[in-house]
């Protein structure tokens, strides 16, 4: 079983960053990649972003050159990883879930969620 623990939500005016942070914990030895996907009210899940254990990372469109993906490879601290999050909008709102698997779309477990709220 893997934990995953989200932080770094909040409210945020349009144009503000946020920066989310996800620590894994448990059976983490399977983890080959991290990710982020969010939910908007009566909207479907979809994936924002995600790295592999190698660095390869993944961006939904709507968030390329405003959202960056990164994970700390570092001995114990090598399952945190972050989502730094600039120029947001406020289609940006969501709750944002961190997740890990085999692969991006291969996940096998999630974090509780944490909102983010952006404001015009």
């Known amino acids: 079983q893997v934990q995953l623990v989200e932080s770094g939500g909040g409210l945020v005016q349009a144009g503000g960053s946020l920066r989310l942070s996800c620590v894994a914990s448990g059976s983490t030895l399977g983890i080959n990649a991290m990710g982020w996907y969010r939910q908007a009210p009566g909207k479907r899940r979809e994936l924002v972003a995600g790295i592999t254990r190698d660095g390869n990372t993944k961006y939904v469109d709507s968030v390329k050159g405003r959202f960056t993906i990164s994970r700390d490879n570092r001995g114990n601290a090598k399952n945190r990883m972050f989502l730094q999050m600039d120029s947001l909008k406020p289609e940006d709102t969501a709750v944002y879930y961190c997740?890990?698997?085999?692969?991006?779309?291969?996940?096998?477990?999630w974090g509780q969620g944490t909102q983010v709220t952006v404001s015009s």
């Open positions: 997740v890990a698997g085999f692969s991006i779309t291969a996940v096998s477990a």
